[in-house]
């Protein structure tokens, strides 16, 4: 299929105006968008997606429509998995639900630069060298390989290397500021832990390209339809995030399915190397007369292994109980972070989820209580979660809020735990003001009409 400069220009535009739409009207403004919102823009996004495709379909012919949602299909499903990573990521930072919106559409605009300039290089390598197939189709066997290795417990995503470059040479601050990616601190300039985990996120993301751009040239050498299929995999990426939200524990066995999948990828690529073969150590530099993975069937396998992942992880018992656990230390570890005082009923909202997977968590089956026994200071985070709960209804009760002021108070030390004195009281810092006790007399003493159900 043969794309006129025209059709390049019309297509960049059109993708360039969707992020610029993005920015200008849903991050400007920090919110923790609903279910309702979420769902709307991800259909409106894979909607776009589709008649895209359709296009590519009724203008490009049959199989260059084929090869664009078989790129499409794989990158999404890659996409997915990658949302687990930059959930690990922004747990790790504390970053407030609120500003991940903004988290993650920076790090979708970074994955389209960087994917962009990892396409042009890909392209330019198979044009001039045939015995790039197997060089790519190696990649994918090994990563398939690793994604069926046990996951290391200990591995600290967010304490990456250009992190620990970026704290090492650059001034930064453990405290937020709003969602300013640099703040004065004793009238100096120093980065915020905002623009840390941006740096993180878009650093783990030119990892996840090492297997996403191998994946989609095993589908299609097109070099039109590689870009727009990673493309348009990533737009809504930020939306489908809040709407997965619980269900991203669920998919236990996504791993083995995108296993399988970049597993036969990667076997078409060294097949396709083959029937192209160039090099002298094999068959003497003549093509070997091996099978090819049609289009059609490529398709129809991606789809088959996502859709039994899918329905085996949803109808799992081990599923369901790794969500309990998993959605118990999420909502703790968000609750005791949750400082802003315009987003009290999400505040209250987390904490009814909380107190709902702790029951949950007293119910599972025997077999399963390893899981809970597996997550690391669980039983620490759901006790601090509580102690928190208890200080906002008493400060509530005694007409005072710990949490009056627009930027919140601090209730994490620098350690990521929260600051108790030796009889166990909360101590609540305010982080304009360094290190000093938060005055909350005066104007935080007022106390605010019709504030939603008590937390305790």
């Known amino acids: 299929m043969t794309v006129s400069p025209l059709i390049w220009a019309l297509t960049i535009a059109v993708i360039v105006g969707l992020l610029a739409f993005d920015y200008i009207f849903h991050v400007r403004k920090a919110h923790i968008p609903t279910i309702r919102e979420a769902a709307v823009w991800s259909s409106i996004y894979i909607a776009i997606a589709v008649v895209f495709g359709l296009l590519v379909l009724l203008f490009g012919g049959g199989q260059a429509g084929g090869e664009y949602f078989a790129g499409y299909i794989t990158e999404k499903a890659l996409s997915v998995d990658n949302l687990f990573v930059f959930l690990v990521i922004m747990s790790s930072f504390r970053v407030p639900r609120e500003d991940q919106q903004k988290v993650l559409l920076f790090g979708i605009t970074f994955a389209i630069i960087a994917r962009t300039g990892l396409i042009a290089g890909g392209a ?7 015995w790039a197939f197997y060089f790519f189709g190696l990649i994918l066997l090994l990563t398939a390989g690793n994604m069926l290795k046990p996951e290391d417990e200990d591995k600290d995503d967010a304490n990456n290397f250009v992190v620990r470059l970026a704290k090492r040479v650059l001034p930064t601050t ?27 996120v878009g650093g783990t ?13 095993g589908l299609t050498q097109n070099t039109f339809i590689v870009f727009t299929a990673t493309v348009f995999s990533l737009l809504g990426l930020r939306q489908l995030y809040f709407l997965l939200d619980g269900l991203l524990d669920r998919l236990v066995y996504l791993s083995y399915g995108l296993a399988a999948i970049l597993g036969f990828i990667g076997v078409k690529l060294i097949l396709h190397a083959l029937h192209e073969n160039e090099l002298g150590i094999i068959n003497h530099g003549e093509p070997v007369p091996v099978p090819e993975v049609t289009t059609s069937l490529s398709l129809g396998v991606i789809i088959t292994v996502l859709t039994l992942t899918v329905i085996a992880s949803l109808v799992s018992r081990r599923g369901r109980a790794q969500n309990t656990v998993s959605s118990a230390r999420r909502d703790a570890e968000a609750y005791v972070s949750m400082t802003y005082t315009s987003f009290e009923q999400e505040r209250e909202r987390v904490y009814r989820r909380l107190m709902e997977n702790e029951e949950k968590l007293k119910n599972l089956p025997e077999k399963y209580q390893d899981l809970v026994h597996e997550e690391k200071s669980l039983s620490e985070l759901l006790d601090d979660a509580h102690a928190m709960a208890q200080k906002r209804w008493s400060d509530r009760q005694g007409g005072m ?19 108790k004195d030796a009889d166990g009281n909360i101590l609540v810092e305010d982080p304009r003001a360094g290190s000093a006790p938060a005055d909350q007399s005066g104007d935080s003493a007022s106390r605010e009409e019709n504030d939603g159900p008590e937390e305790r």
């Open 124 to 130: 330019a390598i198979i044009e001039h060298f045939a």
């Open 401 to 419: 809020r710990s949490d009056e002021h627009p930027e919140g108070l601090s209730t994490i030390g620098p350690d990521g735990k929260v600051r």
């Open 205 to 217: 993301d030119v990892l996840f390209a090492l297997d996403s751009i191998p994946a989609i040239f």
């Open 174 to 200: 453990d405290v937020y500021d709003g969602d300013r990616l640099t703040t004065q601190v004793d009238g100096k300039r120093v980065m915020t832990p905002m623009l840390l985990v941006m740096v993180a």
